[in-house]
């Protein structure tokens, strides 16, 4: 039973990495100056402050261990900022700002669901706040690039 959930999920990780190459080349040739990946790099970070939360919260019925969260290089806006070719877009202020805040919503989300694991309900919800925080200011940040990208 153990081999048949590891092959599921590595296949699970094999076909979430198709799509997300998928969706980054679609992104990518998009001739938008770079809205769709910024919108959906809204939902992408929505849906990963929202896994963590549900395991902390209870309120999801999906096993997640902090090893199964993407880090700040591997998800859809870690990709998609690592290939964007556009120098007008890469000299903006915002989208080098947006890193820091970015890389901290993740190594935070990862660091609450250790300490989580470890049994440190204290500590895992002081990381979530951390990471709720950082989450805002990517957000703002990702509104204040689609409004720059619009006006381009």
């Known amino acids: 039973m153990l081999d048949t959930a590891d092959d599921l999920q590595q296949r699970m990780v094999s076909l979430s990495s198709f799509i997300d190459t998928f969706l980054l080349g679609i992104r990518n040739t998009s001739d938008d100056q770079g809205l769709a990946a910024i919108r959906g790099a809204v939902e992408d970070h929505h849906r990963f402050v929202a896994r ?5 919260d209870g309120t999801t019925d999906q096993h997640i261990r902090a090893a199964d969260l993407s880090t700040a290089d591997s998800c859809r806006l870690g990709k998609w900022q690592g290939c964007v070719s556009d ?3 890469r000299g903006r202020a915002t989208f080098k700002a947006i890193v820091a805040p970015h890389r901290q919503v993740h190594d935070l989300g990862r660091q609450a669901l250790e300490l989580w694991e470890a049994g440190d309900k204290t500590g ?4 979530a706040s951390g990471m709720k925080d950082a989450s805002k200011q990517v957000f703002a940040m990702l509104a204040d690039l689609e409004r720059e990208a619009q006006g381009a």
């Open 87 to 89: 120098p007008v877009l």
């Open 52 to 56: 963590v939360m549900g395991v902390l």
């Open 124 to 127: 895992a919800r002081e990381a």
